[in-house]
């Protein structure tokens, strides 16, 4: 399998919802177009951001489809199928794959506690299952498990795996990856206030949840960092900063989900046990928007 290349901008796109519960799919269509017009570089469907826990399955096939028509071919589409349990992960991942995702992405098995020689097993059993690029997701904060360097590294041997989302916040894990990864395996800064790091140490780019809300502004960063423009990188990542601040006052997508409604551009309705923004964070998000000129003050 030839590695297609992941760079730049993903969008770990929220999941929109009417003010009765059930998924927005006019609001997620006009989000996908809207990402894809800011110029994003791909879009991540049904991740953490995506509430894609709390998806039933016929919602999240929903989502991913929707995803997959707007787009349209112009970017990827890199649906999430992880499950801690790998028979529904392979079922999940032949549902993506059916309705025409591009590639995988699949997180460490949460609640478990998989030991590394069990991450490898379940990681293999899905790509021998399904004949999609995968994309490993490492986010132990919420899973209670890290996909170790040494682990993400023999899985980038096997050319079925072609890029890892790095959201341990361990720099040093991040470096290690690049350091004695194999050509073609793309490391993605899993966490935004991680993507000026992750690519001056030659990282690839960042599945990003600030792109919901700033996609250009994400895009510059990337676009900076990719060109070798460190100054202007900087710059960005300095804009940056406060909407990165405020989107992560609360776990995420709750903030997101409200300054996407200050925007327009969905209810702020979540799935429980997620619930909407605090009051007392309603201020320093807007404040953020205003900031970043995303918003009238």
């Known amino acids: 399998m030839t590695r ?5 901008c993903g969008t770990a796109i929220v999941t929109p919802f009417t003010p009765s519960g ?5 609001a997620l269509r006009a989000l996908v177009a809207w990402q894809v017009e800011q110029g994003v570089h791909m879009l991540v469907p049904c991740g953490s951001t995506g509430e894609a826990a709390t998806l039933t399955a016929e919602e999240h096939r929903r989502v991913v489809e929707i995803t997959v028509e707007e787009v349209n071919g112009r970017v990827p589409v890199i649906a999430g199928a992880g499950s801690n349990d790998t ?6 991942s032949r549902e993506m794959r059916a309705i025409g995702a591009t590639h995988l992405l699949h997180v460490t ?5 998989p030991p590394q020689r069990a991450l490898v097993a379940h990681f293999r059993a899905i790509a021998d299952a399904v004949d999609l690029p995968i994309v490993l997701y490492n986010v132990p904060g919420r899973t209670a498990v890290n996909l170790e360097a040494a682990t993400c590294l023999e899985l980038a041997a096997d050319r079925r795996f072609v890029a890892v989302k790095e ?7 991040m470096t290690s990856i690049l350091r004695d990864r194999p050509d073609g395996f793309a490391v993605l800064a899993g966490d935004d206030g991680f993507t000026l790091s992750v690519m001056a140490h030659g990282g690839d780019g960042v599945i990003s949840v600030v792109s919901n809300l700033v996609p250009a502004m994400v895009v510059r960063l990337c676009e900076a960092m990719a060109q070798g423009d460190l100054v202007a ?10 909407v990165i ?6 776990a995420n997508p709750i903030p997101a989900k409200a300054m996407l409604a200050m925007l327009g551009r969905m209810h702020d309705v979540l799935r429980p046990p997620l619930v909407p923004l605090a009051d007392a964070f309603r201020a320093r998000v807007r404040a953020a928007l205003v900031g ?6």
């Open 109 to 113: 098995p949460m609640y478990n506690r």
């Open 167 to 173: 959201a341990s916040g361990n720099l040093g894990q």
């Open 245 to 250: 601040d405020a989107a992560f006052c609360e």
């Open 292 to 297: 970043a000129g995303a918003l009238a003050s």
């Open 233 to 242: 990188a900087r710059a960005a990542d300095a804009a940056l900063a406060p």
């Open 4 to 8: 297609p290349a992941l760079r730049g």
């Open 22 to 26: 059930d998924v927005d799919e006019p």
């Open 87 to 92: 028979r529904r992960a392979i079922a999940t």
